[in-house]
């Protein structure tokens, strides 16, 4: 099961087709779901978001192996809501309790878009799959967002004296300024960053487009003295590419970038857990807080919709309690009614 998992990792990383065990047959299920994966692997998909669908798709195939359903004719839509049952009684092998509307979403999103491809490509009549009702997880707010006050003690805790502390601080700048993704930053190369500009390229991101953002005057002093002063000392390789680069001189894994972030934010004592996306959802609430446009956070967070930033509007919450102080009966009585 371990080297199983570590060959997952290393495909993941790598980009490479995931293989499916048991095939054979040419028209089998897992044959086709491995033609399907590398067909949306030449669209462009991430080997991140690859990974996640070959995941909800073995999950699927394994369950059919077990009922004896095998080949993609075999499949109804009868069959899919069985599965789509089964999903909503499975308990997660981490944490023991029913998998998450989120996570039952994944599996059938997946399920459905293979099948949509099998029936494009003949292969079915039909998509079983097509008509079935995918949950939607309700959306949430985010479990911490930290103050202006709150977040500057973060940034303080890494060592400057240090080269990696410097390499850290230029890193933690760039997620508070910008609010970009943990895979996003993973991903930026050397020459995504213009200095002359004080801006950095982030290259086909979770929807599969580019956006150009600001980085900031800070963060873009600490970039350049990162690149000038530290960079250099951790390049293993000449022709490295990756803009932060790990303390063995090659570009971040994901958790590593997590790892990282965590511990200044344990080490900051405020009493808040979280990470990189910590940094997402305070950026986008205190720039709301101070009067920027929904849709300029819209852009910087690289949302499809409006309606996903517009969740931030309800963790912002000063503008709101100042038109309450100023408006509402009792607020306005407050000053006479107030008890001695």
Not at 28 to 43: F, Y
Not at 184 to 212: H, Q
Request: net charge positive; proline share 5%.
């Amino acid at each position: 099961m371990r080297a199983a998992r570590k060959s997952h990792k290393r495909a993941r990383r790598s980009g490479r087709a995931f293989a499916f065990s048991g095939t054979g047959d040419p028209l089998s299920l897992g044959v086709l779901a491995e033609r399907h994966l590398a067909d949306l692997q030449i669209q462009g998909y991430s080997a991140n978001t690859l990974f996640l669908k070959y995941r909800s798709l073995r999950t699927f195939l394994s369950w059919a192996q077990d009922r004896g359903l095998s080949d993609a004719a075999d499949i109804t839509r009868a069959i899919v809501e069985r599965f789509q049952r089964h999903l909503f009684y499975t308990e997660s092998a981490v944490t023991g309790r029913p998998l998450s509307l989120r996570s039952q979403q994944h599996a059938l999103v997946a399920l459905r878009m293979f099948f949509k491809w099998l029936s494009e490509k003949r292969y079915v009549l039909y998509n079983p799959a097509g008509e079935i009702r995918i949950p939607s997880p309700p959306r949430e707010l985010p479990a911490a967002i930290l103050s202006a006050r709150e977040a500057e003690a973060v940034l303080s805790g890494p060592d400057l004296s240090q080269p990696r502390g410097l390499r850290d601080r230029a890193l933690l700048e760039l997620l508070y300024s910008t609010g970009i993704r943990r895979q996003e930053l993973v991903n930026l190369d050397l020459y995504d960053l213009d200095t002359e500009s004080g801006t950095i390229v982030i290259r086909a991101a979770k929807w599969g487009s580019d956006r150009v953002l600001p980085t900031g005057r800070r963060a873009l002093r600490y970039l350049q003295k990162y690149l000038n002063e530290v960079r250099p000392q951790l390049l293993s390789a000449p022709d490295e590419r990756a803009l932060f680069l790990s303390n063995r001189g090659v570009r971040f894994y994901p958790n590593s970038i997590s790892i990282l972030v965590r511990e200044y934010v344990k080490q900051a004592d405020i009493g808040k857990p979280g990470s990189v996306h910590l940094f997402r959802h305070t950026m986008a609430t205190l720039m709301l807080e101070n009067g920027a446009d929904i849709r300029f956070i819209q852009r910087m967070l690289g949302h499809r919709k409006l309606e996903t930033t517009q969740l931030y509007t309800h963790v912002s919450v000063n503008q709101l309690r100042q038109v309450h102080a100023l408006t509402h009966p009792a607020e306005k009585r407050e000053t006479q009614d107030r008890p001695s």
